[in-house]
């Protein structure tokens, strides 16, 4: 079982819409939860991070946390064709050395 | 400041032979990750330094694999007796201390190991 899952997509949204990111996690214990973009040929970019249950806000970006459903999102609105690329979820879990563990990725084409 | 670097940024081999990948984190960060992005594979942890307590080789897939970090700051990744499915993208990553586990790329070294 992988322990941390994503739908791979392609999720398509247009220009301007909410594009919403799902990722469950199948450690209980995990602590910290972190969004990376990465855009094809580039390496991964932090987007958002997360430690407690509810929302955090970053411009554009929401971040959402339920523990009790090992369950993050990532909500991107007004949508621009420049948010094109994947999303990868990423979870440290407990016991680990702080490495990420990652989901495979989501990827998102925003269009125009 | 200046972010993670890592070179060479491309580096195409024979099987059979060694390479050695070098990732320089940013000043100040303790904490410096290999990760390894193959296609369809995902990214997936390799070794992890922090400071000078000794690495966690946890994620190293077999023992062709090794790594050192020097003085606490630049870290090489050494590959012995390359194969084919050792080609992929490794990615190194950098974290202050205290940060929470945030964690910054290099771009990457390419393999392609023919």
């Known amino acids: 079982q992988k322990e941390v899952e994503q739908n791979s997509g392609p999720l398509s949204v247009p220009e301007g819409a909410i594009a919403s990111l799902n990722c469950t996690y199948s450690d209980r214990g995990s602590q910290s939860f972190f969004w990376y973009r990465q855009y094809s040929g580039k390496s991964p970019e932090l987007i958002m991070f997360i430690y407690s249950n509810g929302d955090k806000e970053d411009g554009r970006f929401t971040a959402q946390l339920n523990k009790a459903s090992q369950y993050v999102s990532l909500l991107i609105r007004d949508s621009q064709p420049s948010d094109s690329a994947t999303y990868l979820c990423a979870v440290i879990s407990s016991g680990s050395a702080r490495q990420l563990t990652f989901g495979s990725g989501t990827q998102l084409t925003v269009l125009p | 400041g200046a972010g993670v670097s890592q070179s060479p940024s491309n580096k195409v081999t024979e099987k059979g032979k060694d390479v050695e990948l070098r990732c320089d984190p940013i000043s100040g960060h303790t904490a410096l990750y290999w990760y390894r992005q193959s296609l369809g594979q995902g990214l997936e942890f390799l070794i992890y330094?922090?400071?000078?307590?000794?690495?966690?080789k946890s994620g190293l897939p077999s023992d062709r694999f090794s790594a050192e970090r020097t003085g606490g700051s630049v870290s090489t990744l050494t590959i012995q007796r390359t194969q084919q499915e050792d080609s992929a993208v490794y990615l190194c990553?950098?974290?202050?201390?205290?940060?929470?586990?945030?964690?910054?790329f290099g771009a990457g070294t390419r393999l392609s190991v023919l």
């Open positions: 990553a950098s974290s202050p201390t205290g940060a929470k586990n945030i964690q910054y």
């Open positions: 330094f922090q400071g000078n307590s000794a690495p966690d």
